[in-house]
């Protein structure tokens, strides 16, 4: 409790510090008209000033009560970042600091265990400070576990026999990248791509909902959010890296029926339209419909790590 109160006093004073800035401005559009209403877009440094590497970055969720914006990358670490506003656009982002993830003993996470993928603050919009906790989904060793925001596993949750046996799905990287919380269900995760028996939501329950993914060859379900109306918004990511490469991005809305789902796309980002695209993996709402995406560089030297903040028109 003692170092979660110091890094919520760490956000308090925050402005009265020295910031740790590892972004810089860039410009994520360059067309005729975009899709979506871009509210900023800057890339984050390799390193932060204390040295730690920034990289990898595969998860994202904010806490509102804090005010502090998570990310995990798929080798466990956890870092804290500060999102900088003016006039409403997001102009840099400070960085709080880093750690790794840990298991209910405090040994560092490792090996297949460590990969974690998707991330969700629980607690984080109830008006108290200290009390946030972290969903994370685990692809490799595929599991959905809370932690504290210092990084310290303090549970896990129970999934169907599904879910958990990696057997079931196409690969061992083809498992868990996605999980949120949502306030009639509670934990929800849908598998990156179809497994043996179909595609499928599924609450932790079991309750599950079949997904039809949109008809592009190699695309994946990389992120899932809760909408401030009670809908999903689940994040699609077709990428290939290099010089002649590209993406699209295919954000969705699902509206949860009795037995069903339904689709919906709000925006389709596409390289050849004039976005800036990388392989962007993590996604959560901030506030008044506003929502931040990041890209993971899969930790290779050139690859940006960049973080997009928007809203739907």
Known sequence: MIRI????????????????????????????????????????????????????????????????????????????????FEDGKLVAVDCLGRVRLRDTDGDKLKGKERDSEGMHVINGRNGIRGDSELLIAFEQEPRIDRFSIEGRQVGEVELPKALTNVKHYRGANHALEAVTWHPDYGVMTLPQRPQDDGHFLYTASGRKWPYEMSPLRGNEVVSLETMPDGALLIMERLFEPGVFGGGIITLRRAVIGDESLQLSNLAVLKSRDGWMLENFEGLSHHEDGRYFMISDNDDKAGRPTLLYYFSFR
């Open 5 to 84: 109160l110091s890094l919520v006093l760490l956000v308090t004073v925050a402005p009265l510090l020295s910031a740790d800035i590892v972004s810089t401005p860039l410009t994520a559009f360059e067309g005729d008209e975009p899709v979506i209403l871009m509210h900023g877009a800057v890339e984050l440094a390799s390193k932060s000033n204390a040295g730690d590497r920034i990289g990898s970055l595969s998860a994202l969720a904010w806490g509102q009560d804090e005010g502090i914006l998570h990310a995990a990358s798929d080798n466990a670490h956890l870092y804290h970042f500060k999102p900088v």
